[in-house]
């Protein structure tokens, strides 16, 4: 289930996909993104925007379950629209089991930076 939230999550954000995110992002989300913290709404209006990359892609997931809370680390893999630059970023996403259903509450994304 972990690993298809994730693969839903990399997908939604590539295709502005804001209807399935509403789905698995917990009312109390919250991101650090780009150098700021986004809740919930802010996060969806910026999913709503045009995204700057593409071929958004991940790699070498590691899931860890501790009781009611998973912890998604991996790496993703992308391409900038305006330059054509390929980018690579880590990543760790936080999800709990409530009534449940794992959600996800909390996301943490560096700004991805160039491939060498």
């Known amino acids: 289930i972990l690993e298809q939230l994730n693969n839903d999550y990399i997908h939604s954000d ?36 045009p995204r700057p990359f593409k071929d958004l892609a991940v790699h070498d997931v590691n899931i860890r379950i501790l009781s009611d809370v998973a912890l998604i680390h991996a790496r993703v893999t992308l391409t900038t629209l305006d330059d054509g630059v390929a980018k690579e970023a880590l990543y760790t996403d936080a999800y709990q089991k409530r009534e449940g259903t794992w959600v996800c509450v909390a996301a943490c994304a560096p700004d991805p930076v160039a491939i060498a």
């Not at 804001?18 to 209006?45: H, M, P, S």
């Open 14 to 49: 590539q295709t502005n996909d804001v209807e399935r995110f509403k789905e698995f992002l917990a009312e109390d989300f919250i991101i650090q993104i780009e150098g700021v913290t986004l809740n919930r709404d802010q996060y969806l209006e910026y999913i709503a925007k």
